[in-house]
């Protein structure tokens, strides 16, 4: 079973910040929190990831609860490009030895 | 560079034919995934090799023999498959421990653009 749990849809009007939750209650100590998303009928893309303190890159912000129970990836400036199926993911980040599983994702649709 | 590329992008096979998949990459990543991807669903994992070494093996039929001869390259060899195997096919590299960088990092997963196989 997936570690984490996302809402299915999320609409956002372009433009706006697109805030997308992820819940992810069992993390261990040692697990980061991963992004991805992926566009249609292409390859998931890396988008940032953290282990407790908020992060920031080019293309998004990672805000992660004190607790580190739940997170949230923040798109400042959505796109009609941004739509896509966004995934969090918890996982270890020292070893590939520990499974790697996909929620079912949120499905982020930008409207002009 | 951070491409991984995957051939061929699109493959038509019958359920007594053998082909392959193939999966390269020149990040110097030493560990590299196979995934399975159906229609609307998130993609499953099937195949992890580290240091050319399986490592993860999800209980995936026999069917689907991966190969890594190298570094630089993995494959998905493929026998007697069926129809509902047909799927998008993704390959991923990342780092592993031992090179420089924030561990979080060196778990960063880069995918390709997937083969699409349709089993007749």
């Known amino acids: 079973d997936a570690k984490t749990t996302q809402p299915p849809s999320m609409d956002c009007a372009e433009g706006r910040a697109a805030n997308l939750p992820c819940n992810h209650s069992?993390?261990?100590?040692?697990?980061?929190v991963y992004w991805y998303r992926q566009i249609h009928s292409q390859g998931p893309q890396y988008i940032i990831h953290g282990l407790k303190n908020n992060e920031t890159n080019e293309m998004a912000s990672l805000i992660i609860t004190e607790d580190r129970k739940s997170s949230t990836l923040i798109l400042p400036h959505a796109t009609l490009r941004d739509t896509a199926v966004y995934y969090c993911?918890?996982?270890?980040?020292?070893?590939?030895?520990?499974?790697?599983?996909f929620g079912p994702g949120t499905s982020l649709s930008v409207i002009p | 560079d951070t491409e991984v590329t995957q051939t061929p992008k699109h493959l038509v096979m019958g359920m007594t034919n053998k082909k392959s998949l193939k999966c390269e990459q020149h990040m110097g990543h030493r560990a590299m995934y196979w995934y399975k991807q159906k229609a609307k669903k998130p993609p499953e994992l099937m195949f992890v090799y580290s240091y050319e070494k399986l490592s993860i093996n999800e209980s995936v039929p026999s069917r689907f023999s991966p190969e890594c001869p190298n570094s630089s390259l993995l494959n998905l060899h493929l026998h007697a498959l069926q129809p509902e195997d047909s799927a998008l096919y993704l390959c991923?590299?990342?780092?592993?421990?031992?090179?420089?960088?924030?561990?979080?990092?060196?778990?960063?997963?880069?995918f390709g653009a997937g083969t699409r196989l349709s089993v007749l």
């Open positions: 991923a590299s990342s780092q592993r421990r031992g090179l420089a960088g924030e561990g979080g990092a060196k778990n960063i997963q880069y």
């Open positions: 069992t993390i261990s100590g040692n697990e980061y």
């Open positions: 993911i918890v996982r270890v980040g020292e070893t590939s030895y520990d499974k790697v599983i």
